[in-house]
């Protein structure tokens, strides 16, 4: 079957994370939230900080290859730390056109530089000089920054430019993150670039990604929040692919995720501080809500808690292992 890739997602999809879905399975190819290159030489340190991947061979546990993203907009900064970053051999480098962050666009990044398809096209050619051959070198777009006048020639500059392949977000940074995904426009792009083509956004379920596919004629999808909020996501549409019945019950798939639950806030626990913990637990649940009503119930009962002990005896409560069992 055609490729899945999990998206990069700054402040949710952490290695923590990345970790947890991976090991549910279905993906072949991970992408790290953006790493911001602002005219400094990044330390290796950094890289390794975010993506601890890199040390074991740029894999998550369950082995899935991760790439590394870098946002930036100067050529020769991002070009200089692309060439320190392949130093650690990740399964791919991939550039952000897309972001549409005002901290970050206000400093010329991510979906800002659709504006400017020849600088697009001179970040590229500069960057792919940095990169060796044997480590690919991708990017991910938006359609453009308020409308798609100048889609195709974006798309154009970042092949022209050198790039192995593509990712496109269906959405210009005008839209944001509200539906619908335009995926007839990445079934354009297609026809100008002659390299792969990867789809993205608004894959919720196995049907949206069969609409997708025919929609955007690419084979290879992207998914972000849909892969978030439901972990079976993947598999669900690998088994739809092969023809096989989608198991319609939930509940039973709620139950293979409390181990993962638990898994996941023991690793968030001894990541981040405990102020933070609660959060990022909260912030999972809040999003695995779309799927599970079981996820509401506890997500409500966690919602006021504060405390790492309080948030424990709910979790048990609820069915999540503790932590020894489930590591
Ligand atoms: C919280 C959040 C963080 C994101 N961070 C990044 C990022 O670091 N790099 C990037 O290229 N896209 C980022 N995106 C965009 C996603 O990768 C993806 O393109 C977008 O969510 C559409 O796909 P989806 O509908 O499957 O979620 C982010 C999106 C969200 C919601």
Not at 85 to 112: E, Q
Not at 151 to 172: W, Y
Not at 233 to 258: F, N, V, Y
Request: include cysteine; charged fraction near 20%.
């Amino acid at each position: 079957m055609a490729k899945l890739l999990l998206a990069p997602m700054e402040g949710l999809l952490d290695n923590v994370l990345r970790d947890v879905l991976t090991r549910v399975g279905g993906y072949d190819l991970a992408v790290s939230e953006f790493i911001r290159v602002s005219g400094t030489l990044l330390p290796l340190r950094t890289y390794l900080r975010i993506c601890p991947e890199l040390g074991h061979g740029s894999r998550t546990r369950a082995g899935t290859p991760l790439a590394v993203q870098l946002l930036g907009s100067d050529p020769a900064s991002l070009a200089e730390n692309a060439a320190q970053l392949a130093t650690l051999s990740p399964a791919g480098i991939d550039l952000n056109f897309g972001c549409p962050a005002p901290t970050v666009n206000r400093h010329g990044g991510g979906a800002m530089l659709l504006a400017d398809p020849e600088h697009l096209f001179r970040i590229c050619s500069v960057v792919r000089r940095a990169v060796p051959e044997e480590i690919p070198f991708t990017a991910k777009m938006r359609l453009g920054v308020r409308d798609t006048a100048k889609t195709l020639d974006c798309a154009r500059a970042l092949a022209a430019g050198g790039i192995d392949s593509l990712v496109v977000h269906a959405r210009t940074k005008a839209d944001g993150y509200r539906p619908p995904a335009h995926w007839e426009w990445i079934a354009r792009i297609r026809e100008v670039v002659a390299l792969p083509v990867t789809a993205n956004g608004e894959v919720w379920t196995a049907d949206d990604h069969r609409r997708c596919c025919a929609v955007s004629h690419c084979d290879d999808v992207m998914i972000g929040r849909g892969a978030v909020a439901d972990p079976f996501l993947a598999r669900r549409i690998r088994l739809l692919a092969a023809g096989e019945r989608i198991a319609t019950d939930r509940s039973a798939d709620w139950q293979l995720l409390l181990p993962l639950l638990a898994l996941f806030w023991w690793q968030v626990c001894a990541k981040v501080s405990v102020q933070h913990a609660p959060g990022r637990l909260k912030q999972w649940l809040s999003a695995l809500r779309r799927t599970f009503v079981e996820a509401d119930s506890l997500f409500l009962a966690i919602r006021p808690l504060r405390g790492i002990d309080e948030i424990e005896r709910v979790l048990r409560l609820q069915g999540v292992p503790a932590l020894c069992a489930a590591a």
